[in-house]
C-alpha cells in the first residue's frame, strides 16, 4: 500500500469515526492540536452531506423535525455513505433505511414519505422526451394492438402506498393549512410526472396503476390490459391510454411481433 | 465531420464573472445584467434534463460559460470514476463550454466519497499521482482542464514541498491550466502562517487562465479561530488587497465571484462583480500607459 493510498484511507477512517489509529500523527499540529483539524473535515463532511439529504427530504424534515432528521441523517451516512462525486446523487436508501430504523418505528408512513420525495427528486432531474408520435400509433394496423410496448416518459415515476401519501405530502408543503389526516383513510396510487418543468401527482385508479405498471415493465399490450383488468373489469382502457398520451407520461411504443 | 455549434462561440473575456446559482435562474433570464460571463457548478447538470437543464440552455445563450467541478476526485488513489467523466463529457457536448475546471484535492476512497475538497500530502508521490490522473482526465475530455488550489484547514506531516510550488510542478508536469482561487489563498495563509505573496510569486504568469473571489466565514473557540471557505460572504477586504497583487502579476484574469450558501440577491454578486471588473480594468488602463 502506497503512502498516499494508506494517507486516504486513514482519513476517511478517522472522518467516518471507526478508526482514529492509522490517521494519528499524520496531521501536524498547527492553530490547533491535529485530531481536531480533523474534526473540522468530519464536520463539513456530515453537514454537505446532511444538507443534500434535507433538501431532498423536506417533508420528512417536518414530520419528525430537525434534531430527529439530523440523527436520522448521521445514522444513515455511516449506514450507507455516499458513493458518487454528484451529491445529487445521494440518498436513494433513505425510505428502506428509515424502515428499519428503530426510533422511526412509530411514524410507519414515514418511509413511504421518503420514496415519493426521492421519486420526485429524480423526476425533477430525469431525461426529457418528445411526445409519442400520434400518426404512428394511428398507423399500427388493429390486428396489431396486442403487441404493442408501451414505453413511460423518463421522468416519471408509480408509487403505491397503504396510507394516503398524496394528503400527507400537501399539508406539509410550506404555506398549507393545517389539516387533521386519518391514517386509516386507505392508500393511494400514484403517478408522479413532470408537467413542463413542474413535478405533479395524479392519482391512479388500481386498473390504471396495474397497465402504467405493466407498461414500465415493458409487457405488451395485451399483457398489460388482461393485469388490469383483472383487478378492474370495468376499466374504460382506450380512455386511460388515450389519456397518458396526451399528458405525455406514456411516451413511445414499439413493435413486439415475435412468437405470441 | 466537425460537430456543428449549437451556441455562440463565447470564448471567456478577462472581466469579472459570477456563479450561477438555481435561485438566479430567472432573475439572469429577465435582466440579463452585464456579466462578462457565468460559471456553474458542473454536477448541478449532471441529471438527464429537467429544469436545471432547460435553464443553463437557455442562459447559456447569452453568456460565456464556465464549467467547474467539485466531484472528481483527482487526487484520490481509487480508479477515476468514469461513470463521473462521463457524464461530465456529455455536459461538456450540451453546454460548450469555453473553460472546465476541477480540484487539485481528493474526496474519495475506496468508492466511498466526502463531497468535501480534501487536500493533498504535497509529496512527490501525490505529484506523480495527481499529474498522471490529469493527464487522463485531459485525454478522455480530450481537452485542457484547469486546476483550482483548495483551501484548507490541516497539514500533512508527510508534506515535503510547498503548496505553490506542488500547484506549478502539476501545471508543468500535465499542461493543464491554474484556477487561482484568491480567497483560498488567503484562508490556507492564514490557517496555516504562510506569505501569501510568497505564493502568487511562485506561480507561473502564463499558466494561470482563471481566478476566483469568495467570501470565508471564521470558526471562533475558546483557544483560537480558523478560517474556514464557505463561500457564504462578500470578499474580505484583505482578500481583495490579495486579488490586487495577483492581477498586477498575472494581468487581467477572468475572475470569478463565487457564492453557494445563504445565497443573496443578484444584485450583490452584481456589485461584487463589479468592484472585481474595476481592478481588473485599473490594471489594463496601467499596462497600456
Not at chain 1, 135 to 154: N, R, T, Y
Not at chain 2, 85 to 96: F, G, N, P, Q, Y
Not at chain 2, 212 to 238: C, K, M, Q, W
Request: proline share 6%; hydrophobic share 45%; aromatic share 10%.
Amino acid at each position: 500500500m502506497t503512502a498516499l493510498h494508506e494517507l486516504q484511507c486513514g482519513f476517511v477512517a478517522a472522518v467516518f469515526g471507526e478508526d482514529d489509529a492509522p490517521f494519528a500523527g499524520k496531521v501536524r499540529d498547527g492553530r490547533f492540536p491535529g485530531a481536531r483539524l480533523v474534526q473540522i473535515y468530519r464536520n463539513n463532511t456530515f453537514a454537505s452531506l446532511t444538507a443534500a439529504l434535507i433538501a431532498v427530504y423536506p417533508v420528512v424534515v417536518r414530520l419528525v423535525g430537525e434534531q430527529f432528521f439530523r440523527y436520522a441523517a448521521d445514522r444513515y451516512i455511516h449506514a450507507h455513505p455516499s458513493t458518487s462525486g454528484n451529491l445529487h446523487d445521494f440518498g436513494g436508501r433513505f425510505a428502506a433505511f428509515l424502515a428499519t430504523f428503530a426510533p422511526a418505528t412509530t411514524l410507519p408512513y414515514l418511509p413511504d414519505v421518503a420514496r415519493l420525495e426521492w421519486a420526485y427528486h429524480r423526476v425533477f432531474h430525469a431525461a426529457g422526451h418528445a411526445p409519442l408520435p400520434h400518426d404512428q400509433l394511428a398507423a399500427v394496423p388493429p390486428a396489431q394492438h396486442g403487441h404493442l410496448v408501451f414505453g413511460l416518459h423518463p421522468a416519471t415515476r408509480l408509487l403505491e402506498s397503504d396510507y394516503p401519501l398524496l394528503r400527507i405530502w400537501q399539508a406539509n408543503q410550506p404555506g398549507a393549512a393545517h389539516e387533521q389526516i386519518d391514517l386509516n383513510e386507505g392508500g393511494v396510487r400514484l403517478l408522479v410526472f413532470r408537467r413542463d418543468l413542474d413535478i405533479e401527482f395524479k392519482r391512479l385508479s388500481n386498473g390504471e396503476f396495474l397497465l402504467l405498471r405493466a407498461f414500465s415493465f415493458d409487457r405488451r399490450f395485451d399483457e398489460a390490459c388482461a393485469m388490469a383488468l383483472e383487478a378492474e373489469p370495468q376499466l374504460d382502457l382506450a380512455g386511460i391510454l388515450r389519456q397518458h398520451v396526451s399528458l405525455g407520461s406514456v411516451a413511445s411504443f414499439r413493435l413486439d411481433l415475435s412468437f405470441v | 465531420m466537425p460537430a456543428a455549434m449549437r451556441f455562440p462561440r463565447s470564448p471567456i473575456p478577462a472581466r469579472a464573472g459570477i456563479g450561477l446559482r438555481a435561485p438566479h435562474y430567472r432573475d439572469v433570464l429577465e435582466q440579463r445584467p452585464a456579466a462578462g460571463w457565468l460559471e456553474v457548478h458542473s454536477e448541478n447538470y449532471f441529471g438527464a434534463g429537467g429544469a436545471p437543464l432547460h435553464y443553463l440552455e437557455q442562459i447559456r445563450e447569452h453568456y460565456p460559460l464556465s464549467l467547474h467541478g467539485v466531484g472528481l476526485s483527482l487526487g484520490s488513489t481509487d480508479h477515476l470514476n468514469l461513470a463521473h467523466l462521463e457524464r461530465l463529457r456529455a455536459l461538456i457536448a450540451r453546454v460548450e463550454p469555453a473553460l472546465v475546471s476541477e480540484h487539485l484535492c481528493w474526496s474519495s476512497i475506496g468508492g466511498r466519497y466526502l463531497n468535501d475538497l480534501v487536500p493533498l500530502p504535497y509529496t512527490d508521490e501525490a505529484l506523480c499521482h495527481v499529474s498522471a490522473r490529469i493527464r487522463q482526465a485531459q485525454d478522455f475530455l480530450g481537452r485542457q482542464l484547469l486546476v483550482e488550489n483548495v483551501s484548507s484547514y490541516l497539514e500533512y506531516q508527510d508534506t515535503t514541498i510547498p503548496e505553490w510550488e506542488f500547484l506549478a510542478a502539476v501545471a508543468q508536469a500535465t499542461g493543464c491550466g491554474i484556477l487561482l482561487d484568491i480567497n483560498n489563498i488567503y484562508v490556507s495563509a492564514i490557517n496555516h502562517g504562510f506569505d501569501a505573496s510568497e505564493y502568487l510569486r511562485a506561480i507561473p504568469v502564463t499558466a494561470v487562465q482563471e481566478m476566483h473571489l469568495a467570501g470565508f466565514s471564521v470558526n471562533r473557540y475558546e483557544d483560537g479561530e480558523i478560517l474556514i471557505d464557505t463561500h457564504s460572504a462578500r470578499v474580505a477586504a484583505p482578500v481583495w488587497s490579495l486579488y490586487r497583487e495577483a492581477v498586477q502579476r498575472f494581468g487581467p484574469v477572468p475572475t470569478l465571484i463565487e457564492w453557494d450558501t445563504d445565497i443573496p440577491p443578484l444584485a450583490v454578486l452584481l456589485e461584487e462583480m463589479h468592484s472585481a471588473d474595476e481592478i481588473l480594468r485599473e490594471q489594463r488602463h496601467d499596462r497600456v500607459a
